[in-house]
């Protein structure tokens, strides 16, 4: 097969000449609906393809991808001749876009001959937003038009041809255009938009769900902008902060003055999250702002600052980008390597220097800068140091800078290098394996998961995600019984995308790898109520290692999933018991007070039976917990018993006297002296005569425990009252001398 080749669009306005929506005299038939709106070039940023027919006219291409998205039916795409079924084209957006409709003129229409001579779609399968359609196409020469119901709300739409109709030897599958339209409302197409919104919106204020939120945020795109604007509070900076990152990252032009009226907030970090979103909806007017705020912070906010310049692409930052490079901090330099792009052509002018220093970081960081910038000047030098670098180092930064243009032109000089002897290089090729994509590399990624170096194998995991559901069972694999953890932890974060289901994520939850149990319980907590059920089940029925993981994902959730665990708690293991009754005790929830009440009963195990009251003690007041806890004297365990009597002294359970004055004569000293400090906290004068009795005893010869008849003074004295007096003066003549301060203390 010949080489493959992904065009990337160059500029925008090389790329699509005419809008997507133009008409032409093929679109009578099939107008757009009064609730539809076409789709512009302006909202396509690259059109990519599987490959491109090297068929000619004149020394011409004719079939390059860009022809589907040029406003022209007398230009085409084709596929290489041999690629029928499995070729794909793919166009890439600004932003979520909705689309309800694709139209195309199949084939190559220039002329009859061009037409019978190329692959024309028979069935195609749309990919985007996490979901996949399967259509069913006629073979018609002219415009054809599919709905999409209901519709797709996607960062970009793959179409990948699964049969044609007719002989490919021009090219395997040919369109000639390819045009969307989408719903003029969104919300009209998507009844429960607004609730989603709303619901995304209130997890922004929430530890533990911002995440989620924000992620649901930027799927659903420009909608959200309005709601988002609508939320901000001033009087709450935390969420005004969090509502306006939200916003920049959506990058919608609209909701710049909503940032820029907080740029006065008393709020520093306010008004930093507004700069940085400022720089990210690309608004130059406010350039002057930016660069004071990245010339007068450290740290964090300097780099928080550079990341808004590097996304505004105003020219007049190039110097401190370029300079960045190579003596920023990290999250600079990597900042300046994805953005760079930004800048366009002066980008290419700007790295020159550094292309040509004699410091080979200098040139490494310039060569996976490039990547960014979508320029044949750039595409031309990065091929140049891959054939022609001899340091691996270099070789590697151009592996990168291709790697993430995407450039299938370099696939096959890239994959060769998979067991180079250089560690850098083979990590790059595995990182670049994954942007390129491409099912036959599976085997080789495979491999690279065991190399002797864990970077490797890292980035190899990490790569396999791109790869699709061919993968998925090998990153099972490798989630699970990985050779080390961080390798496990860059699997599971391949398999575990946005998209995963709660069945995949408790597979992942039986890790042998403790850091990705972790991770996979926190997916869990995002997936609503099938995932905190899955975690209560691990929590009464999984492994003691699942469980682990999730009774912190529960702990963080908060007292909301009580009621769902103490209903499935009765049958867990002892194990899981002692767990679910430290939540309990976590949350002071009432609602646990009977299932810690039959477990101090029923438990066989002695912590079960003291984490029970412990459980009691936080969760009841102190007349629901006074029973339970004064039966707990009587348990066999000194542990259990302790625990009850520090609750009741902590509780100061008046009711509770006599059965604490009975354990002053219980032979573990442990017990008599929490007896003896409990006494003293609950106050009550009938626990003298018991305290007395107790001094006395432990003055004589044969039971001498200064430290404990030291307890007791403390604890009479706290009683009070004239009967304690005969202790106390009794205490002031005791043989040693702290039990003589500590009633010095009481009386005076």
């Known amino acids: ?4 080749i992904k065009t990337l669009g160059t500029t925008l306005g090389t790329l699509l000449a005419a809008t997507l929506g133009t008409a032409a005299a093929a679109d009578a038939p099939n107008p757009l609906r009064a609730d539809q709106i076409a789709l512009g070039r302006e909202r396509v940023i690259r059109v990519e393809a599987s490959s491109t027919s090297a068929a000619a006219e004149s020394g ?24 029928t079924s499995g070729a794909w084209l793919k166009l890439v957006f600004q932003k979520v876009e909705y689309v309800d409709r694709f139209e195309f003129v199949p084939g190559d229409a220039r002329e009859t001959t061009a037409f019978n001579h190329c692959g024309r779609p028979g069935r195609v399968r749309v990919e985007g937003g996490g979901e996949s359609r399967t259509y069913d196409l006629p073979d018609r020469r002219w415009q ?37 339209a989408g719903p003029a ?32 945020l930027v799927a659903i795109g420009p909608p959200a902008v309005s709601r988002l604007i609508a939320a901000i509070h001033p009087e709450n900076p935390h969420l ?34 507004a700069l940085w979103s400022l720089g990210a909806m690309g608004s130059v007017a406010h350039y002057d702002a930016l660069r004071r705020w990245f010339d007068q912070t450290a740290g964090k906010a300097r780099d928080q600052a550079f990341d808004a310049l590097v996304r505004l692409g105003d020219d007049r930052a190039l110097d401190v980008v370029v300079s960045e490079l190579v003596g920023g901090s990290p999250e600079r330099r990597e900042s300046a390597e994805r953005h760079l792009g930004q800048f366009g052509a002066a980008a290419v002018a700007a790295l020159r220097p550094l292309l040509d220093s ?44 291709l790697a993430r243009r995407a450039d299938l032109s370099a696939h096959d000089a890239i994959a060769t290098l998979w067991d180079s002897r250089y560690l850098v290089e083979r990590q790059a090729v595995a990182y670049a394996l994954g942007q390129f994509a491409q099912p036959e590399d599976l085997e080789t990624l495979d491999l690279l998961t065991t190399d002797v170096s864990m970077s490797v194998r890292q980035a190899a995991a990490a790569a396999m995600g791109a790869l699709g559901e061919a993968a998925r069972p090998r990153l099972r694999r490798l989630s699970t019984l990985g050779p080390d953890g961080a390798t ?13 289901g709660t069945d ?98 029923d438990a066989q195990d002695l912590v079960v039976r003291r984490l029970a009251v412990e459980a009691i003690s936080a969760c009841g007041d102190a007349d629901s917990a006074a029973t339970a806890l004064i039966a707990a004297l009587d348990d066999k365990a000194v542990e259990v018993r302790l625990a009850a009597i520090h609750a009741l002294g902590q509780k100061r359970i008046a009711v509770a006297t006599s059965a604490l004055v009975a354990q002053l004569d219980h032979p573990s000293r442990e017990v008599t002296r929490a007896a003896v400090l409990a006494l003293g906290q609950i106050r009550e004068q009938s626990a003298l005569d018991g305290l007395a009795a107790l001094f006395h005893a432990k003055q004589g010869l044969d039971q001498d425990d200064p430290m404990l008849r030291q307890d007791i003074v403390a604890s009479v004295g706290r009683i009070g009252g004239d009967r304690s007096l005969p202790v106390l003066m009794d205490a002031m003549a005791d043989r040693d001398v702290r039990v003589r301060f500590a009633a010095q203390d009481v009386l005076y």
């Open 185 to 216: 409302d969104p919300f009209a197409a998507f009844p429960d938009l607004s609730k989603r919104i709303d619901e995304a919106v209130s997890y922004l204020s929430d530890d533990q769900r911002f995440a989620q939120g924000r992620r649901a």
């Open 60 to 83: 011409r291409a004719l079939y390059r991808a860009a022809n589907v998205a040029d406003g022209r039916d007398w230009s085409a795409w084709g596929s290489v001749p041999d690629e």
């Open 144 to 180: 054809q038009v599919v709905a999409i119901e209901p519709p797709m709300a996607a960062n970009s739409l793959k179409f990948t041809f699964e049969t044609v109709h007719g002989k490919a030897e021009l090219g395997g599958v040919c369109l000639s255009e390819m045009k969307l």
């Open 504 to 601: 995949e994520i408790i597979l992942v939850l039986g890790s042998r790898h403790r850091e990705v149990r972790h991770f996979a319980a926190a997916q869990l907590a995002e997936h609503g109520v099938l995932g905190q059920t899955a975690l209560i089940d691990a929590t009464v029925a999984g492994s003691d290692a699942a469980r682990e993981s999730a009774v912190g994902q529960l702990r963080k959730l908060g007292p909301q999933v009580l009621p769902a665990l103490l209903e499935k708690a009765p049958g867990a293991r002892e194990a899981a018991q002692a767990d679910v009754l430290r939540l309990s005790a976590a949350f002071k929830e009432p609602i646990a007070l009977p299932h810690a009440v039959r477990q101090l009963t």
């Open 358 to 401: 004699t410091v080979r970081a200098e040139r490494a960081a310039a060569l996976r800068a490039l990547g960014s910038v979508d320029l044949p000047d750039a595409q031309s030098i990065l091929m140049a140091n891959l054939s022609g670098a001899t340091d691996s180092e270099l070789r590697a930064a151009a592996i990168y800078g």
């Open 1 to 4: 097969m010949a080489t493959k």
């Open 488 to 500: 496990a932890f860059a699997a599971a974060k391949a398999l575990l995308t946005a998209d995963a």
């Open 240 to 273: 005004t902060a969090r509502l306006l990152h939200v916003l920049g990252e959506l990058g919608d032009p609209s909701a710049i003055h909503a940032a820029a009226t907080q740029l006065r907030h008393k709020d520093p970090a306010v008004r930093d999250a």
